[in-house]
């Protein structure tokens, strides 16, 4: 890991009612970017971007922003949050000094890209390495969800436009790494797009899943012991194809369509599993099945289409995909040692997280 730095001051809490400060809950992110090494990290890889007499570290200014996020600010002028409290964050710069730095981080493109991921890359392995058993990949597996997010925008804004949900704004792509019932998610990309960016657009899904898998540990970049979950946003042929060439584990939502339909009415009562809880019990008014993969052409070898038909909420709308007064759904996946059950409670839970 790189030198570290002293970006902030030390802090310390006492019970004596003196000193007391604002937004002190930040000092915790602040000692994270400390202990994991991540403000070295920063101010190493934007180096080539700060000017011979600038007084601040460009990798400081980038954090004071992200903590002023962090804080519930919206826009760059909320720095002034932190700025408020220099004996918990230091100095923070004046905000003509960061909107030139985030105009001068833009005109150098995918340079900076390159570089910031990196050092993000770089400070993640070191973190799960120092987790040991606390780490992600601790199971033998790491899951990655990618989903796709609305995020409104209330004036004219680059990229910004009308989506899917006749809203107006944008609609990134965003990817998490699952820490599990007990964690909650990692997040290691965001994809930009405007906001009228379709859903299923299988190079978009690409890309995101690119970007997420380099920020993984080499060892994870590809194999089976890496999990790509999706909702039916990334239910393409192409992109299911590139995940089985990359060797990869899936596990996508999938469009019903009249083949998938067809095939589920064909379905016995006697093929039909019992879907079950997180605790193992078994969840009542649902059921899951194992399709004929023939009922999707040009599928990947090892390829398995699942199904759940689940009595729906009561005034809930059925749609035309469903069937019998049951509501449908389904996944493909390639694990093939699993029951489809346990493959279902798997995909349930990315569900869960994308709602």
């Known amino acids: 890991m790189k030198k570290r730095i002293g970006f902030y001051p030390r802090v310390r809490a006492e019970g004596g009612g003196r000193g007391v400060v604002s937004q002190a809950g930040a000092v915790l992110l602040v000692e994270t970017a400390r202990k994991t090494g991540l403000d070295a990290a920063m101010s190493a890889a934007l180096e080539p971007w700060r000017k011979p007499r600038a007084v601040h ?47 001068q981080l833009a005109s150098g493109g995918k340079r ?90 299988a190079a978009d899904h690409i890309e995101a899943t690119k970007l997420a898998l380099a920020q993984l540990p080499k060892r994870l970049r590809r194999g089976r012991q890496t999990l790509i979950r999706t909702d039916s946003g990334g239910g393409t042929h192409e992109f299911v194809a590139w995940l089985a060439r990359r060797g990869l584990s899936y596990s996508v939502g999938m469009t019903i369509t009249d083949a998938v339909h067809q095939a589920v009415l064909k379905v016995p009562a006697s093929a039909w599993t019992p879907a079950v809880e997180p605790d193992g019990d078994i969840r009542d008014g649902a059921w899951v099945a194992e399709l004929a993969g023939d009922c999707l052409t040009g599928c990947p070898k090892g390829l398995r289409l699942i199904v759940r ?47």
């Open 309 to 355: 038909k689940e009595r729906p909420h009561p005034g809930a709308q059925l749609r035309f995909t469903d069937a019998d007064g049951m509501r449908l759904t389904c996944f493909a996946t390639n694990t093939a040692s699993e029951a489809i059950a346990a493959l279902e409670l798997r995909r349930s839970e990315q569900v869960a997280w994308a709602a």
């Open 57 to 103: 570290d460009p990798g400081k200014i980038l954090l004071v922003v992200a903590l002023a996020l962090a804080l519930g600010g919206d826009c760059l002028a909320d720095v002034a949050l932190l700025r408020a409290e220099p004996t918990v964050f230091g100095p923070v710069t004046s905000d003509p000094t960061v909107s030139r730095l985030v105009g």
């Open 112 to 201: 900076v890209l390159a570089a910031l991921r990196t050092a993000r890359a770089e400070v993640r392995e070191h973190v799960w390495r120092l987790a040991g058993d606390a780490a992600p990949d601790a199971g033998g597996q790491v899951i990655v969800d990618i989903d796709g997010v609305l995020v409104l925008a209330h004036s004219e804004q680059q990229d910004a436009a009308a989506t899917w949900k006749k809203t107006f704004g944008h609609h990134p792509l965003m990817g998490f790494v699952d820490h599990g019932r007990g964690g909650s998610g990692e997040p290691v990309v965001g994809l930009l797009r405007p906001g009228n960016a379709g859903s299923n657009t």
